[in-house]
């Protein structure tokens, strides 16, 4: 697990996005796609320390934020800047994609 990753839920996760870019995973453990997306999402939680937040969300856990977000289908990703979204993708993409969704941003 990477040290720049960040795990968030119903009480952290509008101070985490507040401010510059972040991408959430939104996730769950038993989603055989958040599985397979989970490796790259460390990866480029390392690559974009610094420039960028990366962080996972639980939709078990954090039930408030997943219906606020209206989070439907999982694996989804949300690329926040300082506080407000910004893009959305649903379902399992590959490393590059991601990279040129944050990349688009910062």
């Given at each position: 697990m990477?040290?720049?990753?960040?795990?968030?839920?119903?009480?952290?996760?509008?101070?985490?996005?507040?401010?510059?870019?972040?991408?959430?995973d939104f996730y769950a453990e038993w989603c055989g796609p958040c599985k397979m997306i989970a490796p790259i999402v460390e990866k480029l939680s390392v690559?974009?320390?610094?420039?960028?937040?990366?962080?996972?969300?639980?939709?078990?856990?954090?039930?408030?934020?997943?219906?606020?977000?209206?989070?439907?289908?999982?694996p989804t990703l949300i690329l926040f800047k300082d506080g407000k979204e910004i893009k959305r993708i649903v379902g399992l993409r590959d490393e590059e994609t991601l990279k040129s969704l944050i990349d688009s941003t910062l």
């Amino acid at each position: 697990m990477s040290e720049h990753l960040t795990y968030l839920d119903d009480a952290s996760f509008n101070d985490a996005i507040e401010k510059g870019v972040t991408l959430v995973d939104f996730y769950a453990e038993w989603c055989g796609p958040c599985k397979m997306i989970a490796p790259i999402v460390e990866k480029l939680s390392v690559k974009y320390a610094g420039k960028a937040k990366i962080a996972k969300l639980d939709i078990d856990k954090s039930q408030k934020v997943t219906a606020h977000y209206e989070v439907t289908s999982i694996p989804t990703l949300i690329l926040f800047k300082d506080g407000k979204e910004i893009k959305r993708i649903v379902g399992l993409r590959d490393e590059e994609t991601l990279k040129s969704l944050i990349d688009s941003t910062l």
